[in-house]
T-cell receptor
């Protein structure tokens, strides 16, 4: 158990809908990352937050947004869902935001868009 | 941006054999190279990492080597065991003080008893 929690574990929804994925980082970790894992694209970095502020952006679509709240939990919002958004979404956390900080991954949320 | 290539995509070995997974990266400024292991139904977990000022690092049965000139790094697992069966990901971290990781597409390692 990494100490990172993600809810829900599974999510099934329809195209065009909007969903929110939630992540609670390890106690004491200030940085949160979101990743998308699909069979054809592998593990892709979406976005990073550090202590409530956006720190870095990766291949995140405009239909997707995220935020980190004062209690350091984070939410990833996915809107106007398409079939291709079906994937595993991982949250990870680290103590700081620097390059050598180990990232601890949560168990993931499996999103299925029908 | 950074591009990380990983080979092979699948690797089958017999218990006790060694396994080698290779990765290449494109950005010469990358300076941190972690390896993650992902077991079925779980998130990736860091197993070993190496910084650009080091050529080799070992931790019991696993080792990582880095060739900065050639821009490639490898994971070596010796005396493989069935519990080593998992998907392994290499990654590279870009420069500039951030810790964003670019991952390879993964290697599924199967260790047969």
């Amino acid at each position: 158990d990494s100490g990172v929690t993600q809810t829900p574990k599974h999510l099934i929804t329809a195209t065009g809908q909007r969903v929110t994925l939630r992540c609670s980082p390890r106690s004491g970790d200030l940085s949160v990352y979101w990743y998308q894992q699909s069979l054809d694209q592998g593990l892709q970095f979406l976005i990073q937050y550090y202590n409530g502020e956006e720190r870095a952006k990766g291949n995140i679509l405009e239909r997707f947004s995220a935020q980190q709240f004062p209690d350091l939990h984070s939410e990833l919002n996915l809107s106007s869902l398409e079939l291709g958004d079906s994937a595993l979404y991982f949250c990870a956390s680290s103590v700081e935001a620097g390059p050598y900080n180990e990232q601890f991954f949560g168990p993931g949320t499996r999103l299925t868009v029908l | 941006g950074e591009n990380v290539e990983q080979h092979p995509s699948t690797l089958s070995v017999q218990e006790g054999d060694s396994a080698v997974i290779k990765c290449t990266y494109s950005d010469s400024a990358s300076n941190y190279f972690p390896w993650y292991k992902q077991e079925l139904g779980k998130g990736p977990q860091l197993i070993i990492d190496i910084r650009s000022n080091v050529g080799e690092k070992k931790d019991q049965r696993i080792a990582v080597t880095l060739n900065k000139t050639a821009k490639h790094f490898s994971l070596h697992i010796t005396e493989t065991q069935p519990e080593d069966s998992a998907v392994y990901f290499c990654a590279a971290s870009d420069q500039g003080g951030y810790s964003t990781l670019t991952f390879g597409k993964g290697t599924m390692l199967l260790v047969s008893p």
